[in-house]
């Protein structure tokens, strides 16, 4: 196991109550983590944090089992300016999002506050069970939005945890409103720290080719010669000119492995662009 004694801070998406929050504590009790936490604002703030000071972890959503990759998290962790910065741990949480608000009755609400990707995985309900013209408000985060409802009428409601709710004082007018009631989110730990093989590891990597027929299979077709399965691959644009993209993947294994060692080293050859992203347990 990871030894985390001279770590100071960990930094996750605030604020009180959110669930990154939550993930955090779940990396704390399973590492023996005695940091103090930190509660940033935007998933861009965390991992600037973690790059820009020592000894600090950071905690990432990256991933959701609806709505797919968490963009802002892999495209801030693929530039850092600390190449030392990887992925060391994942945790995949149950989501089960409630309707919170000041009131305790549903229907005077005509406004529901939330995060993006919170609010597109509640949209039955809010289409089935809320008003036909409710209003839609988006949040940096579920818990940011439970806390702004002091701000706001009793027309307002958020969409969060029940650890928000309890947070916040408010009243939980709906619980697992979810679309999917099997929704879980995937949740990572970063920091500048290496990782060792426990048999049971992922690794990921990003990495961009020259943009001409036949360049990505290249890069696949090394892992097919090394007989490496790829459990995802996701593209992002490269931000620096339109029809570049940046492609992330995952397999199973530990770099630390002569075999994903060797395999990674291919892959740096045929490609313009990469980043070892971290091999961790998953």
Not at 85 to 92: D, F, K
Not at 112 to 119: E, G, N, R, T, V
Not at 121 to 147: D, G, L, R, W
Not at 240 to 253: E, L, P, S
Request: aromatic share 10%; charged share 20%; hydrophobic share 40%.
């Amino acid at each position: 196991m990871m030894n985390f004694d001279e770590v100071q801070n960990i930094a996750y998406l605030g604020p009180h109550g959110s669930f990154s929050e939550m993930a955090a504590d779940a990396f704390c009790e399973k590492y023996n983590i005695q940091a103090i936490p930190m509660a940033l604002t935007t998933i861009r703030q965390v991992v600037e944090y973690v790059d820009n000071n020592p000894n600090t972890l950071g905690v990432l959503p990256v991933e959701n089992s609806i709505e797919g990759t968490v963009t802002e998290a892999l495209d801030n962790l693929m530039f850092t300016k600390n190449p030392n910065i990887y992925i060391l741990s994942e945790y995949i949480m149950p989501i089960h999002h409630c309707l919170l608000a000041r009131t305790t009755e549903i229907s005077s609400i005509a406004n529901i506050i939330s995060h993006p990707q919170a609010l597109a995985q509640c949209q039955n309900f809010i289409h089935n069970e809320m008003p036909y013209h409710v209003n839609i408000i988006e949040a940096s985060s579920t818990s940011e939005a439970a806390k702004s409802l002091v701000n706001y009428n009793l027309t307002y409601a958020a969409i969060g945890s029940k650890k928000t709710a309890d947070v916040y004082y408010l009243n939980v007018l709906r619980e697992n409103i979810n679309d999917d009631k099997t929704n879980r989110t995937r949740f990572v730990l970063i920091g500048d720290f290496e990782t060792e093989p426990t048999h049971d590891d992922r690794t990921s990597l990003a990495f961009s080719t020259a943009n001409k027929p036949g360049a990505l299979l290249e890069v696949l077709k090394v892992f097919l010669e090394n007989d490496i399965n790829l459990s995802y691959i996701a593209s992002r644009p490269s931000k620096q000119k339109f029809g570049d993209y940046i492609f992330i993947v995952n397999f199973d294994g530990h770099i630390k492995n002569p075999k994903m060692f060797k395999t990674i080293q291919q892959v740096r050859e045929k490609t313009d662009f990469m980043r070892f992203l971290g091999s961790y347990s998953k």
